[in-house]
Each structure stands twice: as C-alpha cells, then as structure tokens.
C-alpha cells in the first residue's frame, strides 16, 4: 500500500539548497569567532535578508562562499568596541546595510562590502580576490583600499590619511561609493551602539564631521551615477548616513 499523501507544503528548493552552503559557513563562522553570539546575530538576519531577496540560490552560494573567504582572513582581528568583538561583524553588518536598508540586490556588491577591507587589513591580495571573485569585485574592492594613498600610506600621518579618503570619495566607482557610505554608516552607528574604549567626544564628533565631507564629496558626484542601476539605493545610504551624523553630534556634544 501507499504511505498516506503528504499534503503539507513541499520545501522550496531554494531553501532546501539553501542550507548546505549556509550550515558549511556557519560553521566555519563559528570557528574562527569562538561561536560569537552578535556575529551569529547579524549573520542569521543577512541569511534571512538572502532567502527573502530575489537573489538565485547560485548567487547565494557565492555570497556565502564571500563570507567564509573574509572570516577566514579577518580571524585574528577585533572590532575597537569593549567587548572586542570578532571582525567579522562589520564586513556582514554593512552588506546586511546595503540588502535590507539600501535594498540593492546585486551578487557583485554585496561581496565588494564582504571584503571591502580584507585588502587593507589582511594577507589577502588582489590576485587572490580576483581569481577567487573576478576582476570587478577585486578593483572594487582595490579603489576602497588604495584611497588613503599609495604604497606607504601606513607611514602618512592621520590628517593626510584623512584628507586623502575625503578627496578621492568623488572619484569612487559607483559599487565602491555605495559599500563606502554603507561602511561609514555601519561606523558611525557603532560610535553609539560600540564605542571604542579610548576615544574622547571630540574625536567622536571630529570622526561625524570626517564623514560629513566624504558625504559632500559624493553627492557633489551625482550626475557621473544617476543612471545606474541601485542609484536609489544610494540615496537612501546617503540620508541615513547624514542622520546618524546628527545623532552622533546630539549624542557627543560638550554640555
Ligand atoms: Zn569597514
């Protein structure tokens, strides 16, 4: 005889996909962050935001396959906050910014925000990212690094490092614009949410006017962008990054 008819609703196959790739990066999440509890968090609403977007289950594994890449090389990092947070967080945090806030669906920028520091802070190369994520993801990801100068831009002092991220902002493609004002966003919030143990409130106010004029510096870019695809998107960033601006100057003022 048959077995009775299972007339419960079949597993999208997306879902059901879905799970192999997400369980193989959250182990190795797990792994290198200790098993973090806010970096499964925020780990767990970017898979949602994932299953919930229009994005196929080919780009999925991709995406995912960005995060295990970057949690692998941001292992030995900390966030600056008092928990010393696992790094990690960040580079998923500002993805999760750009699909859910921004709402942009594209495979390419997503991952560009996965490794937008990996460059700058880790052993990766640009040979490596590009072989692993092809050329625009790694020159992406390259233009948000090489911003504050060239070879040697460890050694130029915090004001040059500074004056040179707000001049080349106007000049950013417009995926690096998008991954930057959602990392500054991301910063920002976390100067209320995590703030790093040291910092005075004038330097938390002086980091609010530093991305202010990487702001002006954008939208005085407008025109080059308009056009593109997720242009949108970028506003959206642009206004919640000039609000939280403001909340940081309320939140820090000298009495
Ligand atoms: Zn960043």
């Known amino acids: 005889m048959f077995a009775p008819v299972d007339y419960s609703p079949a597993p999208i196959n997306k879902v059901a996909s879905y799970s192999m790739v997400f369980d193989a ?14 970096v499964e968090t925020v780990f767990i609403s970017f ?5 919930n977007s229009s994005l196929t289950v080919l ?5 995912l396959d960005t995060v295990q890449y970057a949690a692998q090389k941001h292992r030995f990092q900390t966030r600056k906050n008092y ?6 967080i960040h580079p998923i945090g500002v993805a999760l910014s750009i699909l859910m806030e921004a709402q942009i669906e594209l495979t390419e920028i997503l991952q560009i925000a996965l490794l937008h520091d990996t460059l700058e802070d880790t052993d990766a190369t640009y040979e490596e990212i590009a072989a692993k994520f092809g050329y625009h ?11 504050v100068g060239e070879p040697g831009r460890k050694t130029q002092d915090q004001a040059t490092r500074k004056r040179l991220e707000i001049e080349h902002a106007g000049k950013l493609s417009f ?16 100067l209320i949410d995590n703030p790093p143990a040291t910092w005075s409130n004038e330097r938390f106010i002086g980091y609010a006017d530093f991305v202010e004029q990487i702001l002006n510096h954008i939208v005085s870019h407008h025109e080059d962008k308009a056009h593109i695809k997720g242009f949108h998107g970028l506003l ?20």
């Open 25 to 38: 990066t959250h182990r190795v999440l797990n792994v290198v962050t200790n098993g973090n509890k806010s």
């Open 137 to 147: 993801v790694a020159g992406s990801v390259k233009e948000l690094s090489d911003e």
């Open 47 to 51: 898979k949602e935001a994932l299953c």
């Open 59 to 63: 780009q999925y594994d991709d995406i």
């Open 83 to 88: 928990e010393k947070t696992p790094y990690i």
């Open 236 to 255: 959206k960033l642009e206004q919640l990054v000039q609000e939280q601006i403001s909340r940081v100057r309320d939140h820090y003022k000298t009495k």
């Open 175 to 190: 995926d690096a614009t998008v991954v930057k004002l959602a990392d500054k966003l991301y910063n920002l919030r976390d």
